[in-house]
């Protein structure tokens, strides 16, 4: 057990007695780090229904992961509606693959979306 | 509140002094305040900075739910608690996976699946977390097994 490092506690907290949740840095416990930030837009170009966007984050294993996809347009119930967009993304231990779908109308005309995608270092799996 | 102690790191090539910057406080805003106060101007300059709380790993847990059969037109669901191991209510991200290959995230926001009529919820609760998965998809008929994994950090919600 090593006994060297770094703290820094809230500020009122005593920094040799404060419990982890009271310190803003320890640096024997592992903080939350950003491996890479990925903007982007899949699309799904007029005829087809579906797309996908595969990021490789390098890491070796799956990552917590953040993602936003913009203008979204999923109706409640996807299953049931005729017209619709709907985005998801998943994460394993060599990539995170964003995906759209789309039916009705949005096959006719094609569809485009934005994504923000936050790949962190933190070990999920 | 200002800080005059701590520590920060910046990025290469920034300057660590410009990660916090000191400007002239306006005392039409509150006649009682400093004459003077800091701003974090140029915040994502600094990869550490200990006046930010940084969000800290503690563990990861992982648990499944089995949804034991589904009929037509019917829907079926289960819960399942997992032990954070430690007291309070942890700041969390949670992941559910059908595979245990492919993670998707589990939010307040889409809790619905793209796995057909999946439904994946899970809640960090005093101590543990709780995940609860329900199956209304019409027409299937076989068992499911939802595997979930939750990110806890030290960071208490309570």
Redesign the interface.
């Known amino acids: 057990m090593s006994n060297y490092g ?1 703290k ?1 506690s ?2 009122g907290k005593n920094v040799k007695t404060a419990a ?2 009271d ?4 640096s024997s ?4 780090r950003i491996q890479m930030v990925v903007n982007n837009q899949i699309t799904i170009p007029a005829g087809s229904s579906s797309g996908t966007v595969t990021i490789s984050h390098g890491l070796g294993y ?1 990552p ?4 936003e996809v913009m203008k979204s347009q ?1 109706l409640p119930t ?2 049931y509606g005729t017209d619709y967009i ?1 985005c ?6 060599s990539s995170v ?1 964003i ?1 759209m779908r789309i039916a009705g109308i949005y096959i006719t005309y094609g569809a485009s979306n934005n994504f923000n995608v936050c790949i962190m270092k ?4 | 509140m200002p800080e005059s102690y701590g520590i920060k790191i910046s990025k290469e090539g920034h300057k660590v002094r410009d990660g916090r910057y000191l400007v002239n406080y306006n005392p039409y805003w509150d006649p009682d305040g400093p004459d003077k106060f800091y701003i974090n101007t140029f915040g994502d300059d600094l990869v550490l900075s200990s006046s930010d709380f940084l969000l800290k790993v503690k563990t990861v847990v992982n648990g499944y739910v089995d949804i034991p059969y589904a009929n037509p037109g019917f829907s079926f669901s289960n819960t399942i608690t997992i032990s954070t191991g430690t007291s309070g209510v942890l700041n969390m991200k949670a992941f559910y996976s059908l595979d245990d290959t492919n993670w998707y995230p589990i939010d307040d926001r889409n809790p619905a699946s793209p796995y057909d009529q999946l439904g994946v919820a899970c809640n960090s609760l005093d101590g543990r977390v709780e995940a609860w998965a329900v199956d209304w998809t019409w027409g299937v008929a076989s068992a499911r097994r939802v595997y979930i994994r939750a990110v806890l950090y030290y960071d208490r919600m309570d």
């Not at chain 1, 933190?122 to 799996?125: F, M, Q, Y």
């Open positions: 770094v820094v809230k500020v982890n949740s310190l803003t840095y320890k416990v592992q903080s939350s799956t917590v992961v953040y993602a999923v996807p299953s709907a998801h993304f998943y994460a394993n231990n693959v995906k933190d070990r999920l799996k």
